[in-house]
């Protein structure tokens, strides 16, 4: 796999600045929040130079295969910074992310490009244009819900949008789309008609499946997989300690739903959705669990 092999640090006024460095690729900075402030996703990187391995292996086999990357739930630029790297000239990026403190980590870390164009957008998606609230979590900085949770979280006012209204009802073209949005994902599909289309064979999706986040948000687990049933694409649980990717089916999903998955147990997967035979699937079929 291609996942980095050193990384080192040094203090800046903003965060945390790292040298990343992936196998065939030039390293790069890259500033995560200051140590203490994030619980997950800045101190993993901050102890382990990556951020979900295996993740990351799927998106650098993907993304130079495609002329548009959607960061959805962009974070503090992870996998925007390594599209910046690794995409083709004259790609285009488009990353979302609602939190301010987030987004100006997401914007050093991925807001320029010689190379490609670059879209940074400090707002959530969802299925209506305008203004919500965001309920944030005090140690993770992956875990702000746009809906009220537990634990009486502070809540901010943030800019809202659809993707069918960012793109003004075009479509972007073939591309791959990272969906992390604390269970935010069926309002955000709800807003995408003409982005997330059932003719469209040729992108390819990494979507968190938590149903307790999006059993809070209001949504119908089982209707949200029946919609996604409708994409060509083919759904895969990216296992992440077993370093590979297991087929499922839509139905074994909504099952899991009342199992395993069940929104009490606060578990989630994460979905590859591509289309078997595409070139998207062929880059990842040796991923693929016997």
């Not at 992310?97 to 400090?122: I, K, T, W």
């Not at 591309?175 to 599909?189: V, W």
């Not at 895969?236 to 147990?265: C, E, F, N, Q, Y």
């Not at 989630?268 to 289309?275: A, G, H, K």
């Amino acid at each position: 796999m291609n996942g980095p092999t050193s990384t080192t640090e040094s203090a800046a006024g903003d965060g945390t600045l790292r040298t990343i460095a992936h196998a065939g690729l030039p390293p790069y900075p890259f500033r995560v929040h200051r140590a203490g402030t994030d619980s997950v996703v800045s101190r993993e990187i901050a102890e382990r130079g990556t951020w979900e391995p295996l993740e990351t292996e799927i998106a650098m086999r993907l993304l130079p295969l495609f002329g548009t990357f959607l960061d959805i739930g962009g974070n503090i630029g992870w996998y925007s910074a390594l599209a910046r790297e690794i995409m083709l000239s004259g790609s285009a990026i488009h990353a979302f992310e609602p939190d301010p403190g987030n987004f100006a980590l997401l914007r050093q870390n991925a807001g320029h490009s010689a190379r490609l164009g670059v879209h940074l957008v400090n707002a959530a998606l969802s299925d209506r244009v305008g203004v919500d609230r965001l309920f944030l979590s005090g140690t993770n900085m992956g875990d702000h819900r746009l809906y009220e949770s537990e634990g009486g979280r502070a809540a901010v006012d943030v800019q809202i949008t659809t993707l069918d209204a960012y793109f003004a009802g075009r479509s972007p073209g073939a591309f791959f789309a990272k969906l992390d949005t604390q269970g935010s994902e069926p309002r955000i599909f709800a807003g995408a008609r003409t982005v997330f289309r059932p003719d469209d064979a040729a992108s390819a999706y990494v979507i968190e499946f938590w149903p307790h986040g999006m059993v809070a948000a209001a949504a119908d687990v089982a209707a949200f997989v029946h919609r996604l049933g409708f994409l060509p694409q083919r759904p895969m649980i990216i296992d992440h300690a077993g370093g590979k990717v297991r087929a499922t089916t839509w139905s074994d999903l909504v099952a899991r739903v009342d199992g395993d998955l069940a929104p009490a147990s606060r578990r989630f997967v994460d979905l590859l959705l591509v289309t078997p035979g595409s070139a998207a699937y062929m880059a990842v079929a040796d991923l693929l669990a016997a």
